[in-house]
């Protein structure tokens, strides 16, 4: 008997930026399969005598593998269990969805997708202000500072990253910042355009630090291991950095 997957989008862990439907679906669960970023509180609402497995992803850190996550999805769905794979965030922003969903597609096993609130729009919310901008900022586009090795990607369209009316946010990429805003600002963009810092949003711990981009820049240079999910936000801005 084959059971059900249900990908489940945790938001950035705070238990009550959980969707009602994704409360629904751990209370279901038979099995909890969840990211490192995705436990804490958000764990107590699963049913009592879940299984909770841990396939947590962090950088510098032993991982889960990313096959053997694949397989623990379709081994636990064969035997008829449903299923929660719990992701931070939003499940289909930078989590590695699709290799996941190929894999239950390939084994004949269904799936759904519940999505969650990403840590850009909590960063935003956090700091009282919108993503877009009426006629300065009609424009938001997500991008990963980190590529497969850990460096800032190589193919980058520096054109559309150094465009002053659009916001951009950086995923994964605290570490890679300070050589991403030298090509920002190489490409024309001002130093002085805000920038938003958030780090371990949702979380007592949360740091949240409105700036620029080559402030930030240079915080950052000698700047420790991150501590959680970073995010980061540039562009035209409705804040004061002062």
């Not at 489940?8 to 959980?18: N, Q, R």
């Not at 279901?28 to 299984?51: F, K, M, P, T, W």
């Not at 053997?68 to 081994?75: E, F, K, P, T, V």
């Not at 890679?176 to 001002?190: K, M």
Request: proline content about 5%.
């Amino acid at each position: 008997m084959s059971g059900f997957v249900s990908f489940v989008s945790a938001g950035p862990g705070d238990p009550e930026l959980l969707t009602v439907k994704g409360a629904a679906r751990l209370r279901d669960a038979d099995v909890v399969l969840y990211d490192d970023l995705a436990s804490g509180a958000i764990l107590d609402l699963a049913r009592s005598g879940a299984n909770l497995v841990a396939v947590g992803k962090r950088a510098g850190r032993r991982s889960t593998n990313q096959q053997h996550l694949n397989r623990l999805l379709i081994d636990y769905a064969a035997t008829g269990a449903r299923v929660v794979r719990l992701k931070s965030g939003d499940a289909g922003i930078f989590g590695r969805l699709e290799e996941e969903i190929e894999a239950l597609r390939s084994a004949g096993i269904g799936y759904e997708i519940v999505p969650g609130v990403t840590s850009a729009c909590v960063a935003a919310a956090q700091a009282g202000i919108p993503l877009t901008r009426r006629l300065t900022s009609r424009r938001v586009q997500f991008m990963t500072g980190a590529d497969v090795t850990g460096e800032l990607p190589a193919d980058l369209n520096w054109a559309a990253l150094a465009d002053p009316e659009a916001t951009t946010v950086v995923y994964m990429g605290r570490r890679t910042f300070p050589a991403l805003a030298a090509q920002l600002i190489a490409h024309g963009l001002s130093p002085d355009t805000p920038a938003l810092f958030g780090e371990s949003l949702g979380h007592a711990e949360q740091q949240l630090a409105r700036t620029t981009i080559a402030e930030l820049a240079g915080r950052l240079t000698d700047a420790g291991p991150a501590t959680a999910a970073t995010v980061i936000l540039f562009g035209p801005l409705a804040i004061d950095h002062t």
